[in-house]
């Protein structure tokens, strides 16, 4: 019998047993009050990245199996490939691009109703170039100790990309997706240095992101942007972990900076779904939000005193398949950037601390802002209706739900979550951003107008 024939019979054995109290009326009030799933068995989606991590653990620890869900969890090729089975229902959700909801809700790309009530993690993602770039950014980088100074700006990489534009060669870069975090973590940071990213244009057919650009930014998968770095296809990525550690362990590349340093504390990955699938399994949902939610908060408990299990689970070939050392490298509170250069950062990874888990619009927002800015959105958008988008995705009262069950089964306390009563889905306007721009979510055109790069307004192409 296989270990997951196994889980799958105690998954039955315990859903028999719950089933049982519940006839004869000795669960809880609290369990009663949600109701027993409706869908039972259920197939969730990932891409093989550390911050799949919450479903893996929801699995691996029997959250799932605690809210009767009988969970299969399936690695997927790439983005579009996860996305476009949740829209078909091949997958009953998955780990997805923070940016993926909100483009499939208003029509870029794929176009399907997807709504997310949890998200995933805070932080997680670097941009990495090759050694051969590293060694001329050096020059321009300022050194204390022997060691470069960061955060490291993009101004560094300018007189790079300039002397490959004077003999006539084009400056490539990876990214994930066009409507990644790592998509719009580079651009922010490309052009926070005085570097054009480049402008998508639908309206005209032009989906490359590539015009007017100093960067020619490109999709390549994650586990794939080592081997296109090394093979001289790109000359530095955006990606999550741990492909940015696996560049320093081959000694292929060198991190430059993390999406830590770009904004402090931003959010990343999200769990997606249908909203039919919201619709029509309102128990389910809440029950699944539930498992991950304990999972998050597991990954974070006692200053990350569960991490080293977590990198042993992660390490797993059906997981994320890297090394241990490789994974542990970002996941338990230090970085290394250059060879030898480990620095602390202790909130590289968030899964449940600063409310990581609860979807924010103003989060959604900024992602919005992202796509107006580079033009994947077209045209001008009043603020209220990117509010209204933003509110038809992100969906904090399916959390407030799930939440307010865990605290009332005596798993978690109130403390651990935001103040419902109070809470609004924006957070104060934030300031740590690497060009010292200030994001106030409610005011998204009005922090348009603060980028030297990118359009705002009514600029189009």
Not at 250 to 263: A, F, H, M
Request: charged share 20%; aromatic share 12%.
């Amino acid at each position: 019998m296989t270990m997951k024939t196994v889980k799958h019979a105690r998954q039955r054995f315990r859903h028999w047993l719950a089933t049982g109290l519940a006839t004869v009326g000795l669960l809880t009030t609290a369990q009663a009050d949600v109701g027993w799933p409706e869908k039972e068995e259920l197939t969730f989606g990932f891409i093989k990245l550390t911050d799949m991590a919450p479903l893996a653990i929801a699995y691996e620890k029997g959250f799932f199996e605690d809210e009767g869900l009988y969970v299969s969890l399936e690695a997927q090729a790439n983005w579009k490939v996860l996305l476009d089975r949740v829209i078909t229902g091949e997958l009953d959700g998955a780990h997805m691009l923070a940016g993926q909801p909100l483009a499939a809700t208003i029509g870029y790309g794929t176009e399907a109703h997807i709504i997310t009530p949890f998200s995933m993690d805070l932080n997680g993602n670097g941009i990495t170039v090759s050694n051969a770039i590293w060694e001329q950014m050096k020059t321009h980088i300022p050194h204390e100790n022997g060691k470069p100074v960061h955060p490291i700006s993009a101004s560094t990489l300018k007189p790079v990309v300039e002397s490959f534009h004077e003999r006539g060669d084009a400056f490539k870069m990876g990214m994930v997706f066009p409507v990644s975090t790592h998509n719009y973590e580079l651009r922010y940071w490309l052009a926070a240095g005085g570097l054009h990213p480049g402008y998508y244009a639908p309206a005209n057919g032009d989906t490359s992101g590539q015009i007017d650009a100093d960067v020619l930014l490109s999709v390549t998968p994650p586990p794939q942007m080592p081997s296109t770095m090394e093979a001289g296809t790109i000359m530095g990525y955006c990606v999550g972990e741990p492909w940015n550690q696996q560049a320093v362990f081959k000694d292929i590349g060198v991190p430059v900076i993390t999406d830590y340093e770009i904004w402090k504390n931003n959010p990343e990955k999200v769990f997606g779904i249908t909203r039919e699938f919201a619709e029509q399994y309102p128990n389910t949902t809440v029950r699944l939000v539930k498992a991950l939610i304990r999972a998050a908060e597991w990954l974070d408990a006692n200053n990350n005193a569960n991490r080293p299990e977590a990198v042993e689970i992660l390490a797993k070939p059906y997981y994320v398949g890297a090394d241990y050392e490789v994974i542990a490298n970002s996941m338990t509170g230090t970085f290394e950037y250059e060879k030898g250069d480990t620095r602390p950062v202790e909130d590289f990874n968030v899964f449940f601390r600063y409310n990581a888990t609860y979807p924010y619009y103003s989060d959604a927002i900024w992602y919005l802002t992202q796509m107006r800015r580079w033009g994947q959105i077209a045209e001008p958008k009043t603020d209220d209706w990117y509010k209204e988008v933003a509110a038809s995705v992100y969906r904090p009262d399916l959390y407030q739900l799930a939440a307010e069950e865990l605290i009332a089964e005596g798993l978690m306390s109130a403390d651990q979550f935001p103040e419902f009563d109070s809470e609004t889905g924006f957070k104060p306007p934030q300031t740590e951003f690497i060009d010292g721009i200030t994001y106030d979510g409610t005011r998204p055109n009005a922090y348009l107008e603060q980028f030297p790069i990118g359009l705002k307004g009514d600029d189009r192409l």
